[in-house]
């Protein structure tokens, strides 16, 4: 397996002499298996020069498959220069995760319109075939590829690639779930020990993988500033690729303020990091024009879901009660979730939402963990111990980011934990993750 990154920067494509030995172009990464398959990780503005080589190769029919994270504009604007899309006879198959507003072909129209561009996507002479994601496993040419939802203020997927005897690993925009990594009394650096269900399940994404591609845009320093933004921090990313047991890791998605000097010193720092935490872990800044070849290991465990389903978000209708004791939040998230399409019903109460959930049972609880009188906790505690709502899922909205309170909130049985301040766009990418994840009645 051949990999080459044509794209190596975060938010907005960064060109200039401080840039050159990293690159200014955004998120674009190539991967070629041994059979020929061309499987190209976000079509950002590296996108472009990927496109020129392939030309250049002058092959017959060129096939292209694209696996787009999400759709911001950083991973999507090299497609309308993506030359192989211009010539009659190839193809592209494009994946990428279903989206709230819209699906994919239409978000990818959009950036294409008249008023952006003089060529409609539609228009294009190239086969063009779109393929709507969400949680998985599925055949791309000779690889199996499996997705799982990453944490990003928009839909978001993460990829990995198994093919001859490789695994490779594509997590680019993505923040940690959690503040606290570790649950306390529990041995660090084992994946087990992760305190958040969302990193756990995020750490075993990559387990046992050769090759892990990851956002890494912030410094621990910066990050305070930039929650919710939906990007990671070099010792985020380390931590978890060494308790995963990663053998190779990239970092990318390179923030547009860093210059080479700036991210040659992350890179510094990422490296002692992996040494201190003594697994072997080998890890890097990606560069543009860094190429991989990745050799074949007998012992590749294959990944396996939880829940190997590919459920649409889009077709179905999903009722979701919204719990808080706070009217203002109480209408801000209600009002998000409608605009988002769901059938919103809303409780000001814990003991309210057990009534009605009693009269009428939702898909989803949004669940506030602070209320007065019956607070989220026992409102969890109350579903779980009854049989009808066992399962049901519950996504509970905090401002205690503290370990005892995460451990408090999964104990009871929350299927995943959000903490306060969060931005809209996150929680509804949240919200559909959980309902993504919920079986087909
Ligand atoms: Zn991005
Ligand atoms: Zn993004």
Redesign the pocket.
Known sequence: MRVRFWGTRGSIATPGPDTNHFGGNTSCVELTTAGGDLLVFDCGTGAHRLAAALMAQGKKAIHTNILLG?T?W??IQGFPFFGPAFVKGNSAAIYGPEGSRGSLHDVLAGQMEFTYFPIELNQLPATITYHDLTEGIRIIGGARVATQFLN?P?M?VGYRVEADGVAMVYLV?HEPFSDVLWRAGAEPGRVESILHDGDRRHARFMADADFVVHDAQYTPEEYASKKTW?HSTYDYVVQMAAAAGVRQLALTHHDPGHDDHFIADIERKARALALELGTGLDVFCAYEGCELFLEPRSSLKPFVSAAPFQASVAQRRFHILVVDDQPDMLTLIARALEEDQYQVRKAASGAEALRMIDEYLPDLVVLDYRMAGMDGLAVTKTLRARPETRSLPVLMLTAMTDEPSTRAGFDAGVSDYVTKPFSIPQLTARVRACLARTQMP
């Open positions: 999400h911001h950083d991973h990003h928009a978001t925009d939906g």
